[in-house]
């Protein structure tokens, strides 16, 4: 029995698939009960310092099954990637018994059969870009709603991010290899579908760039051929798939959203009417530190552009509060930014120091108490914003993808609109992975309370 537990982002979670799809693959069932486990594998993260405290404190508490049962305890993910990390394991925890990267992660039957027969201590870990590895077999934890890794890496360098030092530089898949991916789980009964990378609107950039010589042409089921060289066409592509009903991506980044994705979104109907663009400051001044490469006028205008465009369109976003150097005027520039756009989400995030990147190294770094009050202010504005923006839904009636019961009420069952909005309602099992029409009755700040009408 095995039990994979995950840190971090959707592209971690996509991974942790796959390490379930080789366990099960190699003969091993699924468990919740860590006391049952033979094996015990974390995929980690290492954006932000609290997923390496969060790592640390569980390794404490399965030590006790590594002493009382023999459990083998694997660790894998973008953490591993930190020398400085896997030396404070190899100190502190000498009970790991296999540590591996994010680019060594098809090696990890092979490394754990070693782990059992030669019962030795396993490092797999490589510091360079690993090449994108096709066919790694997958346990979905949804029935409903998938994701798709489409590239992996990061080239953009933003100074606050950990992830171009542990990922590598942006590697995209093979257009034919996500469509016959995508093809397969409409096969299978899903219906949403997020695509995934660091930075979705470079998807083959740099492949064309390097002039690599990759197969663009994506032959059809239906036998039609048609060249997908762009993020744009990918999503015109996927568009086309029967039985897929919703189309999600994250993240975009704003210095890469050309005219024809745009395009895109608006002409593909299955394309959902939410484009999560990560702002991460509003200030010109800080997006420079940041490197970002927008100002704060260049990322409202994106979004009047948008706007104008394709009606209807809303927007989630990532906000960093506290990067060094951030002054109060600069704050205020984030604020403002929210207020003018009005956003569905927020994904707030109090700046948080990695060794090894630029930002670790200036100087200024904020203090820890005028992050937090910071933080409590944009939080402030942000359910503000949330709960103004909410009272729209009421009384329309919006297209809802039923996702299943509430866990905490029989009779109700829960959905989400285009727009990534909870929506409850009285229903019935037969709705469960339909997306069908509700009238919304009432907003919750967390939820919309929808009807629906036989
Ligand atoms: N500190 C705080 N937040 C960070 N993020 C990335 N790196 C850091 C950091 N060092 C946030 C960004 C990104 C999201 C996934 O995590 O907002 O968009
Ligand atoms: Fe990190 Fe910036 Fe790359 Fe996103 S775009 S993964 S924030 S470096």
New binding site residues.
Partial sequence: KYTVLTMGCQLNENDSEKISGMLEASGYTKTDDLSQANVIVFNTCCVRENAEDRLFGKLGEVKKYKENNGTIIAIGGCMMQEKHIVNKLKQSYPFVDIVFGPHTMQDFPKDLYASIVENKKIEDILDIDGNIIEGVPIIRDDSIKASVAIMNG?N???TY?I??YVRGRERSRNPQAIYVECLDLAKNGYKEITLLG??VNSYLVSERKQNKNLNLTVKKENGEEVEVNSFAKLLRLINTIDGIERIRFI?P?PKDFTDDVIDSIRDCDKVCNLIHLPLQSGSTNVLKAMNRKYTKEQYLNLVEKIKAKIPNIQFSTDIIVGFPRETEEDFEDTLDVVKKVGYEQIFMFIYSRRVGTVADKMENQIDEKVKHERFNRLKSLAEKIIEEGNKKYVGTVQKVLVEGKSKTNDKIYTGRTETNKVVNFEGNDDLVGKVIPLKIASEHMWYLKGEYEN
Wanted: glycine share 0%; net charge neutral; with cysteine.
């Fill in positions: 990061c953009n360098f933003c991010c992830v171009p660091q930075n993240s980044h």
